[in-house]
């Protein structure tokens, strides 16, 4: 009986994987689907075809678009009759919105499925322990979602040489807390702060801030750069090179919506094989200015020799949490943090602190929240052996008084990114999104 789990943990490991048992289990089925008809559904197809496998159908929202993808008939999801007989190949890469989805998967009846991200990583990522890794395919091949990524994790992990290495899967280094947007549901409730807040962290803070975190750790898989919007600091190009002066990470993603004027000065330094500028992609949700705005911003990346890429329309959007305490239990809050899929994947480094999560930051930024035991104080740390130390505690924590305030996600919109504004400062009573 073939283990898919097993698999899994193969193909997150980094080394290289056989894949004869797995093509044997996905021919097994008498139907094979591929959730989604962008571009990781696309590679898989492709590697799926070329090894024998018939796909009966993509399945994706947008099928009256897109109507095939490797010849193979797109139609909408969930309309694939005999359920049981069914293999569904989830090549849904939005980590946003992928669990909400997965859950959807199994509530309609579908049970046989395979993470289509996972088959990547295993079958067809021509990165192991033995190479280099480049931006340029990690994200520039629009395949996969290097900051989420446990091969790129576990490669950058096996170059350690500690015995009991600190390593974190990924980490975000929040740089201001102004936008060019207001996005209604941002999960970083950029909308929430008031004109006097809406600040750029001073360039020392943040290069202290890294001196001392990217010390203290063994290894870091990924480094996501954002805000915010972070084209509005003009000490970008500094602070990304002071990150590139560290040599225990695997990449950097620069997240940017586009819709705010990038100066030539920002690049300097940019065009490094560790680094991706990621455009949102918003267009279905912004104005013919920002628009055009960001249509200029990618031309100018690109003339610049700078690894980008730019997302593909979501069709549905997440809904964050409220923020107000909802007084749980000690019990509650454990068994949040136990179940939550972001510490220590999603932790961030803001103003001198260390954060669990987007979440916890905001509450802590936004004076909701401001409990010591959620936070690491970095910029008065005294030693990176203390600091090593007490980010470790961290880590392990059975819980953070932030997840007496997580409701996690309150489910999809229609629309990403719509512009607007909702209050997660008091419960929704009867606003529907």
């Not at 090549?91 to 946003?96: H, K, S, T």
């Not at 909400?100 to 067809?124: H, Q, T």
């Amino acid at each position: 009986m073939f283990d898919i789990n097993q698999y899994y943990k193969q193909a997150h490991s980094g080394e290289c994987v056989e894949n004869t048992a797995l093509l044997n289990y996905i021919k097994s089925f008498p139907q094979i689907v591929l959730w989604g008809g962008s571009f990781l559904g696309d590679a898989v197809g492709k590697y799926l075809l070329e090894n024998g496998v018939n796909i009966l159908n993509y399945w994706d929202l947008r099928a009256d678009s897109i109507q095939s993808v490797n010849g193979i008939q797109c139609v909408q999801p969930f309309t694939t009759d005999q359920k049981n007989e069914t293999l569904v190949i989830f090549c849904i890469g939005n980590n946003v919105i992928r669990g909400l989805l997965l859950e959807e998967l199994s509530e309609k009846g579908y049970k046989n499925v395979i993470r289509g991200d996972y088959l990547y990583m295993g079958a067809i990522c021509p990165f192991d322990k033995t190479t280099d890794i480049e931006s340029k395919q990690c994200q520039g091949s629009m395949c996969c979602r290097f900051i989420f990524c446990q091969r790129l994790s576990n490669i950058v992990k096996s170059r350690s040489q500690s015995k009991d290495p600190l390593h974190m899967f990924s980490i975000t280094l929040v740089i201001n807390q102004r936008c060019s947007l207001k996005c209604k549901c941002c999960t970083s409730y950029m909308n929430e702060y008031p004109l006097k807040e809406r600040i750029d962290i001073p360039l020392d803070r943040i290069c202290d801030d890294i001196d001392k975190f990217f010390d203290a750790m063994d290894s870091i898989g990924t480094v996501t750069v954002m805000g915010g919007e972070p084209f509005m600091h003009p000490d970008l190009s500094k602070i990304i090179q002071k990150l590139l002066s560290k040599h225990n990470f695997g990449l950097i993603s620069i997240a940017t919506s586009g819709t705010y004027p990038i100066k030539p000065e920002q690049l300097e330094g940019l065009d490094d094989k560790r680094i991706n500028v990621s455009f949102s992609n918003y267009e279905h949700a912004i104005n013919e200015k920002q628009k055009e705005m960001m249509y200029r911003n990618i031309e100018l990346i690109k003339n610049a020799g700078i690894s980008y890429t730019v997302g593909i329309t979501i069709p549905e959007w997440s809904v964050p949490s409220t923020l107000y305490d909802l007084h749980d239990t000690e019990e509650q809050m454990i068994a949040k943090k136990t179940d939550c899929v972001q510490p220590p994947r999603c932790m961030q480094v803001k103003n001198g602190k260390l954060h669990p999560c987007d979440f916890a930051t905001a509450l802590y930024s936004l004076n909701l929240g401001r409990y010591e035991m959620d936070y690491v104080d970095i910029e008065h740390s005294t030693s990176k052996e203390e600091l090593k130390e007490a980010i470790r505690a961290f880590i392990e924590q059975p819980y953070y008084r932030t997840c007496g305030h997580c409701a996690g996600m309150q489910g999809l919109t229609s629309k990403a990114a719509e512009q607007g504004y909702m209050d997660f400062k008091k419960p929704i009573v009867s606003e529907k999104v």
